[in-house]
């Protein structure tokens, strides 16, 4: 199909306008760059960032006395020993000014008696999580740079653009090609500096916490350009995603909150607390991390004392009524509206996929191994080792998202515009082209399939029977894909845009499937059925590489790019 090609020139490309996107195109303008910030959804509406509930970890200590060594000293540790140390100190660091400069620019962090309020979360040693309120501190978030971004001067702004692929020329990055959602036309974006900022790849699973453009895509993109992935093995699960009753018009994740403000009794169905046996003994408070609580849920459910849909219950029923209005007001009436009523049921909850601890390989001015190509916000690999604590991804995202806009605007200032040149365009615009093949593929059932697939095979609890049964139907998937996209690549083409988006998911979950069968030992969010010891030859990371067509494993001293900056 003939369709005219729109071009673009900037300074800077930010590809994806959740949190770290928007503050690296708000960073790199104040510094004099001229940004291009896109988004395959709308800007500053699509991803987790707007999502996101409560909490936003930092060591601000306006309460309770902290520092943001404290705040590291707990990000190690939850890491399980391989968090790339100078990611995590970054973060931890530079969390305080940038939460104060949202502060500056209005977003209204929730005071106490004139302080900003810091709330206690599973895995700090303290009170230290700031919000907004208990279930809209993401849109908050987004909102506030949102504003920042239409206020700042030199940042072009187009939603409903989907990179394909980035333009690597000479050895660097180049710019990047996209496809224009609405008319199915490419549009080649020439940039100085392309900062990834695409956040996870929950859609990989089948019961995730996020939005359908959360697959990976970001992970692909920088694979294919030349850029090492690590950590890839440790996906977060979120350990209680809403499962029964129905629950309509409301996030899965939305017991956290209940759980920071009232605790909550996580039961199995003899009615037992049992976190106890997995090392913490919670007594109707909130104190498991995320890695042990899937651990503890997957394993009640295994031996048989689970509840009726395969979870555990949660209960708020030693909870008055007033106590659940005081803490929850008109949610309290949402949940009656799905005839749930705290004060006489449990709700049941199962782990969801929620975020990713690995991701792209990069120093601490988020620069990737290849010139041109920098990442930022949860597309960076490394900061949260093997377990995320609560509360530290939006502040990666933020923190990072500026690192990646310093890094960005600098290079822009001392390189020079490259035309780009017809052969490194090619394979994207022809993606992108394409005529309709002959033969029909139901993309929307191989997603389908993929998904079941990760969540049976490639969930917190593995094997290698397991692993390799998933990596057999990742091919098979990959075969049946081919090479030609399906679709016609007309306006609004879904079964392209499937089609563009299976062939980086199965990269990406071929990425996350070979990492976790190559690392035989348990640790965090990574669990080996057949390997169940954490053991300390294994505390280095993973990088993955792509060889000419082939993903490639292979382990590294822990942190090793980032440290040698
Ligand atoms: C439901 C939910 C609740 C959460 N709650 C919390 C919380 O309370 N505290 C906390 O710290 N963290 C929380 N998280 C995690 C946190 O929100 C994310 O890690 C963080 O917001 C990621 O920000 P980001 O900017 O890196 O990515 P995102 O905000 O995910 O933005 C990525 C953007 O990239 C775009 N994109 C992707 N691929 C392409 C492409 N090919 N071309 C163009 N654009 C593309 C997407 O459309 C999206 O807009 C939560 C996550 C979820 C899903």
């Known amino acids: 199909m003939a369709q005219d090609v729109m071009q673009v020139e900037t300074d800077v490309l930010v590809i994806g306008s959740g949190g770290a996107g928007m503050y690296a195109a708000v960073e790199a303008a104040r510094l004099g760059a001229n940004v291009f910030l896109l988004d395959r959804s709308l800007i500053g509406r699509g991803g987790a960032t707007v999502m996101a509930q409560m909490t936003v970890a930092v060591a601000l200590g306006s309460e309770t006395p902290d520092h943001w060594s404290h705040h590291l000293d707990d990000t190690l540790a939850a890491g399980r020993g391989l968090c790339s140390e100078p990611l995590s100190r970054l973060l931890c660091e530079e969390g305080p000014a940038c939460?104060?400069?949202?502060?500056?620019?209005?977003?209204?962090?929730?005071?106490?008696?004139?302080?900003i309020t810091q709330a206690m979360a599973p895995g700090h040693d303290r009170p230290r999580c700031v919000y907004v309120d208990f279930l809209n501190t993401g849109p908050a978030v987004s909102k506030t740079l949102r504003t920042v971004v239409n206020k700042t001067g030199g940042i072009r702004k187009a939603g409903d653009l989907c990179i394909v692929d980035l333009v690597r020329q000479d050895d660097a990055v180049v710019g990047a090609v996209a496809l224009h959602l609405g008319s199915g036309a490419p549009v080649i974006i020439s940039a100085k500096a392309t900062i990834v900022a695409t956040g996870g790849l929950t859609r990989l699973y089948?019961?995730?916490?996020?939005?359908?453009?959360?697959?990976?895509?970001?992970?692909?993109?920088?694979?294919?350009?030349?850029?090492?992935?690590?950590?890839?093995?440790?996906?977060?699960?979120?350990?209680?995603?809403?499962?029964?009753?129905?629950?309509?018009?409301?996030?899965?994740?939305?017991?956290?909150?209940?759980?920071?403000?009232?605790?909550?009794?996580?039961?199995?169905?003899?009615?037992?607390?049992?976190?106890?046996?997995?090392?913490?003994?919670?007594?109707?408070k909130y104190t498991l991390t995320r890695d042990v609580a899937t651990y503890g849920i997957l394993k009640e459910v295994e031996a048989g004392r689970g509840s009726p849909h395969g979870g555990v219950f949660l209960?708020?029923?030693?909870?008055?009524?007033?106590a659940l209005r005081e803490a929850f007001g008109p949610v309290i009436d949402r949940l009656a509206a799905n005839n749930i009523d705290l004060t006489r049921m449990?709700?049941?909850?199962?782990?969801?996929?929620?975020?990713?601890?690995?991701?792209?390989?990069?120093?601490?001015?988020?620069?990737?191994?290849?010139?041109?190509?920098?990442?930022?916000?949860?597309?960076?690999?490394?900061?949260?080792?093997?377990?995320?604590?609560?509360?530290n991804a939006i502040t990666e995202a933020l923190v990072f998202g500026r690192e990646a806009g310093r890094s960005a605007a600098a290079r822009a200032k001392r390189t020079r515009a490259q035309p780009l040149r017809p052969e490194a365009l090619a394979g994207a615009l022809d993606l992108i082209r394409a005529d309709a093949p002959a033969r029909p593929l139901n993309t929307a059932e191989m997603v389908l399939r993929l998904q079941t697939t990760m969540a049976d095979d490639v969930g917190p609890l593995r094997d290698a029977t397991k692993l390799t049964r998933a990596l057999?139907?990742?091919?098979?998937?990959?075969?049946?894909?081919?090479?030609?996209?399906?679709?016609?690549?007309?306006?609004?083409?879904?079964?392209?845009?499937?089609?563009?988006?299976?062939?980086?998911?199965?990269?990406?979950?071929?990425?996350?499937?070979?990492?976790?069968?190559a690392r035989t030992e348990s640790r965090g969010a990574h669990q080996r059925e057949d390997h169940p010891a954490m053991l300390d030859r294994w505390q280095v990371n993973q990088a993955v590489r792509w060889r000419n067509g082939h993903l490639d494993v292979a382990a590294q001293p822990a942190a090793s790019l980032a440290a040698a900056q």
Not at 317 to 322: I, K
Not at 361 to 372: I, N, Y
């Open 99 to 115: 939460i104060l400069q949202m502060e500056e620019w209005g977003i209204g962090w929730a005071r106490r008696d004139g302080r």
């Open 206 to 284: 089948r019961r995730n916490s996020a939005s359908s453009n959360m697959g990976g895509d970001g992970y692909a993109l920088a694979l294919r350009a030349g850029a090492p992935l690590i950590d890839m093995e440790f996906v977060q699960f979120f350990p209680i995603g809403h499962l029964a009753p129905r629950l309509v018009g409301m996030d899965p994740i939305m017991w956290d909150p209940f759980r920071y403000k009232l605790g909550g009794r996580l039961l199995n169905n003899r009615g037992e607390e049992f976190a106890y046996r997995y090392g913490v003994a919670e007594d109707g």
């Open 315 to 322: 209960s708020f029923e030693h909870c008055s009524e007033a």
């Open 346 to 391: 449990p709700v049941e909850v199962a782990p969801i996929a929620h975020y990713h601890m690995g991701g792209v390989q990069a120093d601490v001015r988020m620069q990737t191994e290849v010139p041109g190509l920098l990442v930022a916000g949860e597309a960076v690999g490394g900061a949260n080792g093997a377990n995320r604590l609560s509360g």
């Open 472 to 517: 057999a139907t990742i091919d098979d998937l990959t075969h049946d894909l081919g090479e030609r996209p399906a679709g016609d690549g007309g306006a609004f083409d879904l079964v392209r845009l499937d089609w563009l988006d299976l062939r980086n998911m199965l990269v990406v979950a071929r990425a996350v499937a070979s990492a976790a069968l």
